[in-house]
Nanobody, 125 residues
Framework: QVQLVESGGGLVQAGGSLRLSCAAS????????MGWFRQAPGKEREFVAT????????YYADSVKGRFTISRDNAKNTVSLQMNSLKPEDTAVYYC???????WGTGRDYLFDYWGQGTQVTVSS
């Protein structure tokens, strides 16, 4: 089992930046790919970004490409999401997720076994 706890959400003006962090605990010795997903009110959860266990491979949703950067520090068991040039449409609850499964790069949320509780990001116009 892996426990995930997100932090760093908040209220920011359009054009601003936020950095989300996710701390993993439990069976972190396994090689998990990690991902960030988000869910806006009234919408389905959507893929934001994923990163391989080594950190050498990353994938992004088209809507955030060039603005968001996912990274990880395996020594500290953390994964981060740097969000720049934020837009009101980025407003959502952001979730950290982990999986040992193949296919994680597709961003399909059903492939991710472990989830955090989420952190709210609100971007005002």
């Amino acid at each position: 089992q892996v426990q995930l706890v997100e932090s760093g959400g908040g209220l920011v003006q359009a054009g601003g930046s936020l950095r989300l962090s996710c701390a993993a605990s439990g069976r972190t010795s396994n090689r998990y790919a990690m991902g960030w997903f988000r869910q806006a009110p009234g919408k389905e959860r959507e893929f934001v970004a994923t990163i391989s266990w080594s950190g050498s491979l990353t994938y992004y949703a088209d809507s955030v490409k060039g603005r968001f950067t996912i990274s990880r520090d395996n020594a500290k068991n953390t994964v981060s999401l740097q969000m720049n040039s934020l837009k009101p449409e980025d407003t959502a609850v952001y979730y950290c997720a982990a999986t040992p499964r193949a296919g994680w790069g597709t961003g399909r949320d059903y492939l991710f076994d472990y989830w955090g509780q989420g952190t709210q990001v609100t971007v005002s116009s």
